[in-house]
């Protein structure tokens, strides 16, 4: 098992920028897949970006795509979800999420969540 903690979050205008942060316990960081997931109020919780653990392959949800950036530094068990030309439409609890292996961008695929950092996106 492996324990999450986000931070990051607050508020920004449209347009704006803001970096989150997910520090990971344990000593297998580097062997999880890591995923960002959000929700909106009255939404579901939905994928938005996802990061193998070696770092080779990223995948983002087509809302994101161009905008948000998912990293890792395995050293730090930390990743990382930079997210630019932010919009109203990307308010929500932003959740980070991992899985020992594969995890593909169903939120069933992960073992481990986050407590949820808050974004909101003044207009």
């Known amino acids: 098992q492996v324990q999450l903690v986000e931070s990051g979050g607050g508020l920004v205008q449209a347009g704006g920028s803001l970096r989150l942060s997910c520090a990971a316990s344990g000593r297998t960081f580097s062997t999880y897949t890591m995923a960002w997931f959000r929700q909106a109020p009255g939404k579901e919780r939905e994928f938005v970006a996802r990061i193998t653990w070696s770092a080779i392959s990223t995948y983002y949800a087509d809302s994101v795509k161009g905008r948000f950036t998912i990293s890792r530094d395995n050293a730090k068990n930390t990743v990382y979800l930079q997210m630019n030309s932010l919009s109203p439409e990307d308010t929500a609890v932003y959740y980070c999420?991992?899985?020992?292996?594969?995890?593909?961008?169903?939120?069933?695929?992960?073992?481990?969540w986050g407590q949820g950092t808050q974004v909101t996106v003044s207009s």
């Open positions: 999420a991992a899985v020992i292996g594969v995890g593909y961008s169903r939120f069933q695929d992960y073992t481990n």
